[in-house]
């Protein structure tokens, strides 16, 4: 049987390039092909994209017009209000902050017929205003609501700190709190309309609906998230049990190694945004470093920003200072398809610093190219096997990452040479990430919320959503 599958993803189809692009564009057409029917409402974040698409059999519709901020407002209070959230402080000064996320996807009507729907799958916290609201109106319709990032972690106030690896306890080991290194503070960082839609709202959302559940996409962002609901008051123990964690895969028919890709010396790669919580001012101490070690070492640093922002600007300046601009290289492009793949297989060393990752995309990529990824916190570094199909580098320690760095360059890094630590990214990333074999976890993983058997995803189905390497090669 047919299942009738309705997603909100603000990021879906052509034009998009985020991250929630990758899970969506990867995802939902492969269950096309496993007897699900999949419409997606989207945003039109250009006025070029169409209204309506068929994206490899997904059916992805996009608002014709906008509506006004006045009526965004409006709907915004008025749900938040009676789901029993303080809106007290919400003014319409609130919605300028975020206007075109609400005015032209979250508070616009959906297209779709959602009391036909066997379930209904909304992402991030856009998507949230439209969760609750379908919450309200088809009370039997089984909520997938995933969230990828959460406003504290995006915007700095917390950090994540797993060095050993994500622990299993529930504690606030693994994070550093940045606002006066205060939890409470940490957890209250970034606009707090986006925050009680992340937290207090889809809490409440769950609470309702004891059959639906809410996804994660790593261990440590599933603590970040119940911890989260701790900061703002919820008591998060009521919805825990419903509350999973499961990782994003790659398309390795796509993501391949290159035979005619020419490198030269020893390249490191780093691709992302240019933000702080990627850490990229890592970089320049680094390559002073590692300079002196290994001669010819160069730096790729690709990452498409606006030539004045501020952090952009300090890195500049800083590669200056320590003249390295014939051994680090700023590369101001957008890459993407067959030149992205291009780029990263001309890397020996894929360096992905990151002091906040929820899931990080990059260090799969690398993989599936047989490049090998040096990644830092978060969900890279659940991902990521240190010595087998990676390494582990410490962003707060720079000493002991240039080591580790210099190790894998001599050709042996816990007893293992480079090509055989490349071989094992290539092979993990085709036995464990490829999205084909994620897709049938999430099938089966839907299935299981549809026939109304949510308490028993944590004890069938924990480690298909949560591999580990070391079991399964």
């Not at 969506?24 to 419409?39: C, E, G």
């Not at 320049?284 to 690709?302: C, D």
């Not at 490049?371 to 580098?393: C, H, Q, S």
Request: charged share 25%; hydrophobic share 40%.
């Amino acid at each position: 049987m047919t299942v009738q599958l309705r997603v909100d993803s603000y990021e879906a189809g052509i034009g998009a390039v985020g991250g929630l692009a990758a899970f969506h564009n990867n995802l939902y057409p492969r269950l096309v092909s496993r007897d699900f029917d999949v419409k997606t409402f989207s945003m039109r974040f250009r006025p070029e994209l169409p209204v309506r698409e068929d994206f490899k059999g997904v059916i992805i519709r996009r608002p014709s017009s906008d509506v006004d901020l006045d009526v965004a407002y409006a709907w915004t209070y008025d749900i938040m209000h009676q789901y029993g959230i303080d809106v007290e402080y919400l003014l319409p000064s609130e919605m300028h902050m975020i206007p075109r996320h609400l005015t032209s996807f979250g508070v616009v009507p959906s297209s779709y017929r959602m009391a036909q729907a066997d379930l209904f799958s909304p992402h991030d916290w856009m998507s949230l205003l439209r969760s609750a609201l379908f919450a309200w109106l088809h009370p039997n319709l089984v909520q997938a609501i995933f969230i990828h990032s959460t406003e504290p972690g995006r915007q700095g106030g917390i950090w994540h700190k797993n060095i050993q690896g994500t622990s299993e306890r529930l504690d606030m080991d693994d994070f550093e709190f940045r606002v006066k290194g205060e939890f409470q503070n940490s957890f209250y960082h970034g606009l707090r309309l986006i925050r009680d839609l992340e937290f207090p709202l889809s809490f409440k959302i769950l609470s309702r609906h004891p059959h639906s559940a809410l996804f994660t996409v790593s261990k440590i962002h599933r603590k970040e998230y119940l911890l989260g609901l701790k900061a703002h008051g919820m008591r998060f123990g009521q919805i825990e049990d419903r509350v999973f964690a499961v990782y994003h895969g790659v398309d390795t028919r796509e993501y391949r190694p290159l035979a005619k890709v020419e490198k030269k010396n020893f390249k490191i790669g780093v691709v992302g945004r240019c933000t702080p919580v990627k850490g990229f001012n890592i970089i320049p101490e680094l390559a002073s470093l590692l300079v002196k070690e290994i001669p010819g070492v160069k730096f790729h640093v690709v990452t498409k920003t606006e030539t004045q922002n501020p952090f952009y600007l300090e890195l500049m300046d800083e590669i200056h200072r320590r003249k390295l601009h014939e051994i680090v290289y700023i590369d101001n492009t957008f890459y993407d398809g067959e030149e992205k793949i291009k780029v990263i297989n001309s890397w020996d060393l894929a360096l992905v610093p990151s002091r906040y990752e929820p899931q990080g995309q990059v260090d799969l990529e690398a993989m599936a190219c047989g490049v090998i990824p040096a990644v830092g916190m978060g969900g890279l570094r659940e991902k990521v096997v240190d010595g087998f199909n990676g390494i582990w580098i410490n962003p707060y320690n720079l000493q002991e990452t240039a080591e580790k760095i210099i190790q894998l360059h001599r050709d042996e890094y816990k007893g293992r040479k480079a090509e055989e630590i490349a071989r094992n990214c290539r092979e993990s990333a085709e036995k464990i990430w490829d999205w084909e074999k994620r897709a049938d976890i999430h099938k089966e993983l839907y299935t299981y919320l549809i026939d109304g058997r949510v308490d028993d995803v944590s004890r069938d189905l924990e480690e298909l959503l949560l591999p580990t390497t070391s079991k399964i090669l």
